[in-house]
């Protein structure tokens, strides 16, 4: 079946502890994208993957990093959480120019 | 930064009524995608709107694009409850190639 997966599915940690939330396509998507999202706020992209090895910042890339080593995986990785990161994350992946985003079923974050 | 203002933030109608939700920027965007989101789960695409002036027609659910592709609108003709969700409005483009920008989301209610 085509999917994104994302793991864990939840997640509570506490602040300045270091996590990494992964993401995996099977569709041979040239391009993944991470969001976050908040109540009110919709859906903000964090960062965006065009291709393997290669990453720009979305609009809020603050306290997050991302690499892209394969083509399939995407992990987001919080260095130092704080709670101002408290959300719902999204991974997501597209098959080409039109960017139409497959979602992930999403992550749940709590940092207390 | 750009901006996607979505409105209404909420709509609460009648099985049989037709609405109308509106997605509006300042920004010129290359395209215009349209998501549906149910709760718990990642958001869905419903379409993508290209061209200034398009229109596409997907059952009850009628989408336009701004001739400036600043701006677009998602018309339901007689809403029914199936049709209860919070609805993403996505700017493709813009300022960087690659880029995503929501709208605030419009949760809608269909009452039976």
């Known amino acids: 079946e085509a999917q994104v997966t994302q793991n864990p599915r939840y997640l509570i940690t506490v602040t300045g502890k270091k996590l990494t939330v992964t993401c995996s396509q099977n569709m041979n998507h040239e391009y993944m994208s991470w969001y976050r999202q908040d109540p009110g706020l919709g859906l903000r992209q964090i960062y965006y993957?065009?291709?393997?090895?290669?990453?720009d910042k979305g609009d809020v890339p603050e306290g997050y990093k991302v690499s892209r080593k394969e083509k399939r995986n995407f992990p987001l990785i919080l260095e130092s959480p704080s709670p101002n990161q408290t959300s719902l994350y999204f991974c997501a992946s597209s098959p080409g120019d039109s960017y139409e985003q497959y979602f992930g079923p999403g992550t749940r974050l709590t940092v207390t | 930064t750009q901006l996607l203002e979505q409105s209404p933030q909420f709509l609460s109608i009648q099985e049989g009524e037709n609405l109308t939700v509106y997605c509006n920027s300042s920004s010129v965007f290359s395209s215009l995608q349209w998501y549906r989101q149910e709760p718990g789960e990642g958001p869905v695409l419903l379409v993508t709107?290209?061209?200034?002036?398009e229109v596409k027609k997907l059952k009850r659910l009628t989408f336009q694009f701004g001739d400036a592709r600043k701006d677009s609108s998602l018309h339901i003709t007689a809403a029914q409850p199936g049709d209860t969700g919070l609805y993403l409005c996505a700017g493709v483009g813009g300022t960087s190639y690659g880029k995503l920008t929501f709208g605030q989301g419009t949760i809608l209610t269909v009452h039976p």
């Open positions: 993957s065009m291709n393997v090895e290669v990453t």
């Open positions: 709107v290209v061209t200034g002036g």
